[in-house]
C-alpha cells in the first residue's frame, strides 16, 4: 500500500464516528506529499470542512510563540538564560518553601519554570477560557501563586509559555499577537494566524468523544458555551478581543499556517542552524516526566523521543511531537526530514487519542 492509500484509510475509518472533520497534511524534504481534507467543518449545520478552515489551535499556540522568541533571541533582543524579571519586574512568584528564585526563559521554554496547569489559580485565564482582562493583569495574578517546584527542578506542563509571551510583548512594547506577527507570524507567511479569527466564517466547531482511553461517545458531542464539557473550555474565547493573549494556548490559525512554522524546524532557513540545533535538543536532562511521556525529553518545542521502545513509537530517535487539547497533534522528524500536521475538530481524540497513532503508524509502515 502507498502512504495515500494507508493515510486515507485511517482517516476513513475515524470520520463519522471518532473525527467530525481534519486536515492532515504531510511533508517530506520541505514538499507537501499528503494532503487530505475531510469531513466537517460544523456538523449540525452540515458545513463542509475547507482546506483554509480556521481552527482553535490550544497548545499548537505555544511553538509559534517559541518561534517568534528565537527569532527575537537572533536579533540580540533576549537570550535563553535571562531571568524573568529582566522584563516583568513583577513576575516573582515564591518556590512552595517561599523563597522567589528566578526562572530564566530558557525553564519557560522547557516548562521546568515550576508552574503548572494544576496549580493555576481561579482568578487566572490559564489560555482556553476566562477571566476576560489583560495579559499583564493575568501575568500579575498568575505570579502571587505559589510555584510547584524550585525553578529548574522539575518538569511540569502549564503555563510558562504564556509568561513567555509577556516577555516578548514587553520587548515589542506591543500585544503579544503584534509579536508574533512582526518575528514569526508575518515573515513566515501564516497569514491567518492571530488571537482573533480573521473570517469568523471559517472557523470550526468543536467537539468532544470522552476521556480516553474509556470508550468514546458516538458520535461526538458538540462543545458549546453551556455545556463546554467541564473542562473550562470556552467556545467563544477566541472571538473576544478583550481575552488576555495566550502565548500557551489562545490563538488560532490554518493547518497550512502551522505547517509553515514547523518546517521551520525541517530544513527551513527562517532561523539560523545553530537556533534551530538549540531549539531541538533535550533541554531537560534527566528530570523526570509524567508516566504518559516514557521515552521522552522536552526541547524548546515540545517532547522529544529518545527511546523510541519505550516511547512505543516507529518514529526514530531525535522526533519531535506535540499537540494541543482542542484536537491536533503534529511531528517533526528530522532524520527522515519529515513534518506531519493532523487539525482535528474533535477533543482529545485528535490530539492525544487512537487518531493521532492511526495517522502517523500508517505514514511510517509506508516509508
Known sequence: MTLESRVNA???AALGSR?????VLINQNGREIYGCTAGLADREANRKLERNAIWRLASV??????TAALKMMEEGLLRLDDPVTTYLPYFTPPSPDGVVRPITLRQLFAHTSGLSYETVPADVAPGMSGPYISLEENLRRLAKAPLLFAPGTGWAYGTSIDVLGGVIAAINGSTLEAAVVRYAAGPLGMVDWRFTPTDATRVTANYANGDLPTPSIV?????TMENNQGTRWEVDRIFRADAPQSGGGGSCGTADDVMKMLEVYNGGTFLKPATVAEALRNQIGDLPRRETDAGKRFTLLGAIIDDPRAARSPCPVGTLDWGGAWGHNWIIDPTNKLTILVCTNVAPEGCNGPFREDIRDAVYASL
Open 219 to 223: 458520535p461526538p458531542a458538540r462543545i
Open 10 to 12: 485511517a482517516v476513513d
Open 19 to 23: 473525527i467530525v472533520g481534519c486536515v
Open 61 to 66: 499556540t505555544k511553538p509559534i510563540v517559541a
